[in-house]
């Protein structure tokens, strides 16, 4: 009786020993991190703040205590210089942060139209942050020096449709390719200006596709690892609610899309399965109609470019100063080239009302690739024209290209606006007004980021030709930014479907790198590398290519003795193809490892999810067993609950003349309330952090497995022995014994024991009556005279079962255990209970 | 650096920098909202590390959380005491959590709580059936409530014990990358 409360006290000890022990270690782990790492850890720790500040104080504590065995002035000096560098780092994050871009206006828009129309102004401002970056480059490492020492004047007067065709008074300044001298200008410093033009675009390009290749990098890591399109219906209940939002319109209306969603969702179920062999050839030929009409299309707009860049190339001559009229018609080709870019994805967008796909985002895709590939051809055919035809045919061809490049960029920018104007405030008229029936247009995030794609392409394409056109890009963003935002909060409404964003996002990042960005980076180094140079203008005027520059560069050092080591590596590394050759067998052999690595952790993912797939079974192959247990015992002997208490001691009492089946029933006793106190351990270890990790929920299935298996064994040999009672409680005890050992350091059971404690007292009242109603049977049947002891006992025992029957059904919906108590309160309870089973135990004998 | 502020000492916001996400700029905005809250109860100096808590009533008050469907959740899983109410630390710690810093795996186990309304450390279907109702204005059937939550435990539920362990919540939100952004209130 006396071992209750001391193995109780013995766990709590136990437990909070564990803690500290847990605690100890935490700090000792941390001690041995860098500060940087520490920190890093300490924030991640899932705790509340007054216990991180706890460890950290004392993992300071530790360190200083460390040190002071140390020099004291040495350690002294380096704590607060690392400290002071850390508030330095702290402060410059601090500064960044007031210097971000629209943190009120980006907060307003989460708060209004969710994460994914937040999304596209997160692109929105990435590329105006990287465009004012490139201009700071261009500006500062081309066009000051030019400035410094003497610019070309421009020669013709300023007419005002410069500022959109881009030429005439613009022609022969620094906008352009053609005002850039090729002098190496003697000041302070000897500044060559062909060096400097060719690596500042160099550095640039590479720098941009570093900074793309690790933004797409990271998105993926994050986004795509494990992402599977399964599990729609508990990602749409747990984690599809945007908590960004705080806008009640917004809130109402999400609230209702994901009711509409939901109701959708149910009933697709029914409809998937009703489509036949026809409607599957319907859908076919739609797909099929719809690719072949948008590839077309496509082919088309291509073409007509084509064609019309060869009509204006007929009419053009080449002179400096043209007329006005030879002026307005170079706007034709920007203008037809932005209106197609305007119309057609419209066009492509009212497929969408007959193509039925079955999932939004193979219909987004499909309306991505298909714009996509309009822009790449159009580009394309551009690129072409200009590389084969204007390069042939113009004295100062890189201006004329940068000309070209300049009325895109601003023609873009103005059918934006228009597509803004007709896209969203039009159909927002007409959806109030004329046709109710369509509704507020939502913000089409797709149509809108291949719009900024396209953009930023252009300004790659042309930096080489207009090393300015970051600065018109930076001014289109700008304006871009506020209208679209101003537009979006007066015509749109939030989008229907939450959408996954974030996928969505890292594929915009992948085709701005993949097709535009390797597309823009071809077209500058065939330009650099195998056309001549403009022969009257530029910086790179009289030499065969801009990148032999290089090689005039290296043969001018040879005459300096004191860099010949850049002279080596130039012809011996930079030159040589066997280098070349040998860093891509090195690259391919990373990437074959890391590929293998990659797939090796693939198949290890497969494995821990099927591991876990096991334990559920395991787990539930153990609840069987224990059921099918208590389900059979009532035909053997009585089964008790601790509630029964002057119940069980009658029956003990009537049944003593019996005594192999008393022993027996006295092991199932013992054995009971060792199911019982595991089960209301169970009920006690709940509050476990709810970070446990699944290498031990597997450690505890395994040990609970392990325990029934033992009862079960038990349970056999004393039903095959005819043990006398003594023996049978001594077995029963020991059996006890050992399976209280594991139990000790057991938090919680894996089995479903810790089943919800709703209308516990209810159970318990029904629970009650139920016995009383067995006991009053049992009351009868003793009561009659003629039955034999025998018959009495099978009697009370199949009243017994009745109520056990009945007992249990109420039982298992709702356990009359502890109503999960927190902590220590609940080791507390599990004692008081184990006390009352202890009680009724000791009676019973 | 310069600007001197007698709210907190530069130790106190030393230990808020190194164990939450923010920085000293945000905790001393975050100090400003929640002394806002309650002017009367929360003092200006901080320096004594005064005892005081905003109760949940004036906290789902802010704009940030007004609109919630989860907000008394959110308050509740942050509060020490299980009832909402705040002290500045606890309402520190709640918005680091939801910060755009904080890694997958913290904001994971806070959802978890939040989800978790019985607090049983399971999400069962009961747990469910009360998150669809705050998500959906309970316009839906209670056969359609169920339907739902039924088919959400079956498609996350690993182990087969048709109720969401945490280890499922985590493997469940693994597989949605949208999560690090929504789970996320910006302050």
Not at chain 1, 135 to 149: A, E, K
Not at chain 1, 200 to 229: D, E, K
């Amino acid at each position: 009786m006396s071992m209750f409360p001391d193995t109780v006290a013995f766990t709590e000890d136990a437990i909070r020993n564990e803690m500290e022990n847990e605690e100890q270690n935490l700090v000792k782990d941390l001690v041995a991190m860098s500060t940087r790492d520490r920190i890093r850890a300490i924030q991640d720790l899932p705790m509340s703040f007054e216990e991180k500040k706890h460890i950290r104080n004392q993992v300071m504590a530790f360190k200083s205590s460390k040190q002071s065995r140390q020099f004291t002035c040495f350690a002294d000096c380096s704590e607060s210089v690392s400290l002071f560098f850390r508030r330095c780092g702290y402060s410059i994050r601090s500064a960044r942060q007031t210097l971000e871009l629209w943190q009120v206006i980006m907060k307003e828009i989460g708060g209004k139209f969710g994460t994914s129309v937040l999304s596209y102004f997160v692109f929105l401002k990435w590329l105006l942050m990287f465009n004012i970056f490139s201009f700071l480059v261009n500006f500062g490492f081309i066009t000051i020096p030019l400035l410094i020492y003497g610019p070309a004047s421009p020669t013709v007067s300023f007419r005002g449709l410069e500022i959109l065709t881009g030429a005439g008074y613009f022609t022969n300044t620094v906008m352009y390719y053609g005002g850039y001298s090729n002098e190496t200008h003697v000041g302070l410093v000897e500044y060559n200006m062909q060096l400097a033009y060719f690596f500042t675009i160099t550095v640039y390009m590479v720098l941009c596709g570093i900074a793309l290749i690790f933004s797409m990098a990271s998105s993926f890591r994050t986004n795509y690892v494990l992402a599977s399109p399964a599990s729609s219906g508990a990602w749409q209940l747990l984690c599809s609610w945007d908590f960004t939002v705080t806008n009640e319109r917004a809130v109402k209306q999400r609230k209702n899309n994901l009711c509409v969603q939901l109701k959708e969702s149910l009933s697709e179920k029914a409809q998937r399965e009703l489509l036949t062999l026809s409607e599957k050839m319907k859908h076919f030929g739609v797909y099929l109609g719809s690719w072949l009409l948008s590839t077309g299309l496509t082919v088309g707009c291509g073409a007509s470019i084509y064609y019309l860049c060869q009509y204006e190339q007929q009419r053009a001559t080449d002179t400096a100063s043209w007329s006005l009229v030879q002026e307005a018609e170079t706007l034709l080709v920007p203008f037809v080239v932005s209106l197609m870019n305007l119309v057609v994805p419209l066009f492509y967008s009212l497929f969408y009302k007959f193509e039925n796909y079955s999932s939004q985002r193979r219909q987004i895709y499909a309306l991505v690739v298909r714009n996509v590939l309009l822009r790449m051809s159009i580009l394309g055919v551009l690129c072409y024209y200009w590389m084969n035809v204007v390069a042939m045919n113009f004295s100062c061809w890189e201006s004329m290209i940068g000309q070209a490049l300049y009325r895109l960029v601003i023609f873009d920018f103005f059918f934006l606006m228009l597509g803004s104007f007709f896209g969203e405030f039009l159909s927002k008229v007409i959806g109030t007004t004329v046709l109710p029936r369509l509704g507020v247009p939502e913000f089409d995030i797709a149509r809108n980021v291949l719009e900024l794609i396209y953009a930023q392409t252009l300004a790659w394409v042309g930096i080489y030709f207009s090393p300015l056109l970051p600065a018109i890009q930076i001014v289109k963003f700008f304006i871009l930014f506020c209208l679209k935002k101003v537009s979006l909060t007066h015509n749109c409404q939030p989008p229907r479907r939450t959408g996954r964003a974030a996928q969505m996002q890292t594929t915009f990042i992948a085709l701005l790198f993949f097709p535009f960005f390797v597309g823009a980076l071809s077209m500058v180094a065939y330009t650099a590398w195998s056309l001549t140079p403009s022969e009257q203008c530029g910086p790179f005027r009289g030499l065969n290519n801009t990148f032999s520059v290089v090689s005039v560069w290296i043969d001018d050092l040879e005459e300096f003795p004191g860099s010949q080591w850049v002279v080596w590596i130039y012809q011996n590394v930079i030159r040589s193809e066997v280098f070349y050759f040998l860093i891509t067998l090195i690259i391919l052999v990373i990437i074959y490892m890391f590929w293998q690595v990659s797939q090796g952790r693939k198949e290890l993912i497969g494995l821990l999810r099927q591991q876990i797939v096991n334990e559920g079974k395991d787990k539930s192959f153990l609840l069987d067993k224990l059921q099918n247990l208590q389900k059979s015992q009532p035909t053997k002997t009585p089964k008790q609950k601790n509630q029964k208490k002057p119940k069980r001691r009658s029956d003990v009492q009537s049944s003593g003349g019996q005594s192999s089946s008393n022993a027996m029933f006295q092991a199932f006793l013992a054995r009971q309330r060792l199911e019982e106190e595991e089960e209301r351990r169970s009920d006690g270890g709940v509050p476990v952090p709810s970070d446990m990790s699944t290498s031990s929920a597997l450690m505890q299935a395994m040990l609970a497995r392990q325990r029934a298996d033992d009862l079960v064994e038990d349970v056999y040999q004393m039903s095959d022995k005819p043990l006398s009672s003594s023996g049978a409680l001594a077995q029963a005890m020991q059996a006890r014994q050992r399976t209280e050992g594991p139990e000790r350091d057991e938090l919680y059971s894996t089995a479903g024991f810790s089943e919800n404690p709703v209308n516990r007292s209810n159970a318990v009242m029904q629970a009650r009556q139920a016995r009383q109603r067995a006991e009053e049977d049992r009351m009868d049947d003793t009561g009659d005279p003629t039955s034999s002891v025998s018959n009495v006992m099978m009697q009370v025992m199949e009243a017994r079962q009745r109520a056990e029957e009945e007992d249990r059904s109420h039982w298992l919906p709702a356990q009359p255990q502890n109503p999960v108590p927190p902590g220590s309160s609940a080791l507390i309870q599990a004692m008081l209970a184990r006390q009352q089973a202890g009680n009724g135990f000791d009676d019973g004998y | 650096m310069g600007n001197k502020q007698t709210i907190f000492t530069d130790e106190q916001l030393d230990a808020y920098q190194d164990c939450t996400f923010f920085t000293r700029k945000e905790i001393l905005r975050l100090h400003g909202r929640y002394h806002e809250l309650a002017p009367h109860l929360v003092p200006m100096d901080y320096t004594k590390e005064p005892d005081c808590n905003v109760p949940l009533a004036l906290i789902v008050n802010m704009p940030e959380l007004k609109e919630n469907p989860f907000r008394n959740r959110i308050v509740e899983s942050f509060s020490e005491d299980g009832m909402g109410n705040l002290s500045f630390n606890e309402f520190v710690d709640m918005f680091s959590v939801l910060s755009e810093m904080a890694p997958r795996e913290l904001k994971a186990i806070y959802a978890f709580k939040i989800y978790d309304f019985n607090v049983d450390n399971y999400l069962c279907k009961e747990d469910l059936e009360k998150t669809l109702n705050r998500l959906t204005k309970e316009e839906l059937t209670p056969e359609e409530v169920e339907l739902v939550c039924e088919k959400a435990i079956e498609e996350a539920d690993l182990d087969g014990d048709s109720k969401l362990s945490f280890a499922d919540f985590e493997n469940m939100i693994s597989r949605a990358p949208d999560f690090l952004s929504t789970f996320h209130i910006r302050i």
